[in-house]
């Protein structure tokens, strides 16, 4: 999440929107949101329901594997990242130029 803070304005150029989805409650993803000074949502995705729908949810942790998803305007998947690649924003805001 710090990584794309650092690179909001890589984002906002480009007509994306940014936002997390965690499976913590919505008062922890707050909390963590304002001890980062986030410009971007942290969405509760706390029963696991989209993290299941794209395929990141380690059922048995009852928590989703890092991963970045770049969606275009008609709904279609452009880019995807996971695991450590997820934490570096430069390829989802490569992916967000080309939009």
Do not use: W
């Amino acid at each position: 999440m710090k990584g794309y803070q650092a690179d909001i304005q890589a984002f906002t150029g480009s007509e994306s929107v940014v936002f997390g989805i965690s499976t913590d409650p919505l008062e922890t993803n707050k909390k963590f949101a304002e001890s980062l000074s986030l410009e971007f949502a942290i969405l509760s995705d706390e029963d696991g329901a989209v993290a299941k729908q794209y395929d990141v949810l380690m059922a048995e942790r009852n928590m989703a594997g890092r991963a970045t998803f770049v969606i275009a305007k008609d709904g279609k998947i452009v880019h995807v990242e996971t695991g450590s690649g997820a934490i570096d924003p430069a390829g989802a805001a490569n992916a967000c130029s080309k939009l």
